[in-house]
């Protein structure tokens, strides 16, 4: 089993939807889970970034991890043909080099 | 001003030739690393050095040979290119030791031919 696992879709959705994005991990020893965001060409950048189990919201984005489950999830309310990217999961703990899954792309159609 | 950048922004080279790309952060951060992008958008860490010491090597060849003159800047050299080392290279900085919340470069996207 690969330590971080993410769908690489492509996931396609209208303009409005509610976008639902997820990670499942295998490794017990993290603790700290970001999303981030890569447009095309571009460098990731930090979206999301949480601590062990629970919820976190920024605006239309709400992170949640589940860390019984090793599942961790991205929700963004309203999709924006901006919001158009590739969204990576990472995790990482105590001496635990940061792992990145693989990544899904996403397309909001206006 | 540019947090993280990167030069050069494209790189096509021949197969065996020595090439280097430079990384500089204007954060003040502690930090720095390198990570590979391949074809299929996988993003591997490569180094990490926290104030000109090299703290994550993960398997990596040792023609691939980082330096760090100063923490603001982390260099990768590399020897003898193979058509496989195609990818996209990206530079990345984070305060202190924390990789949690990592500032990324614009990417370099070298090609071997």
């Known amino acids: 089993q690969k330590e971080v696992e993410q769908d690489p879709g492509p996931l396609s959705v209208p303009e409005g939807a509610i976008v639902s994005l997820n990670c499942t991990y295998s490794?017990?020893?993290?603790?700290?889970f970001m999303w981030y965001r890569q447009y095309s060409r571009k460098g990731p950048e930090l979206l999301m970034y949480?601590?062990?189990?629970g919820n976190k919201e920024d605006g239309r984005f709400t992170a949640q991890v589940d860390k019984s489950s090793k599942y961790i999830s991205l929700f963004i309310r309203d999709s924006q043909p901006s919001d158009s990217a590739t969204y990576l999961c990472?995790?990482?703990?105590?001496?635990?080099?940061?792992?990145f899954g693989k990544g899904t792309r996403l397309s909001v159609i206006a | 001003d540019t947090a993280v950048s990167q030069t050069p922004k494209y790189l096509v080279t021949q197969m065996g030739n020595d090439k280097s790309i430079k990384c500089e952060q204007n954060?003040?951060?502690?930090?720095m690393y390198w990570y590979k992008q391949d074809s299929k958008k996988f993003l591997k860490i490569m180094f990490s050095?926290?104030?000109?010491?090299?703290?994550i090597n993960e398997t990596v060849p040792n023609r691939f040979s980082p330096k760090s003159p100063d923490k603001a800047h982390l260099n990768l050299h590399i020897n003898s290119l193979e058509l496989g080392d195609s990818a996209v290279y990206f530079c990345?900085?984070?305060?202190?030791?924390?990789?949690?919340?990592?500032?990324f470069g614009p990417g370099t996207r070298l090609l071997v031919l």
């Open positions: 990472a995790m990482t703990g105590t001496n635990t080099p940061l792992v």
């Open positions: 954060l003040g951060h502690d930090t």
């Open positions: 949480t601590y062990s189990s």
């Open positions: 990345a900085s984070s305060e202190g030791l924390t990789q949690e919340t990592q500032y």
């Open positions: 490794n017990s020893a993290f603790q700290y």
């Open positions: 050095y926290n104030n000109k010491e090299l703290i």
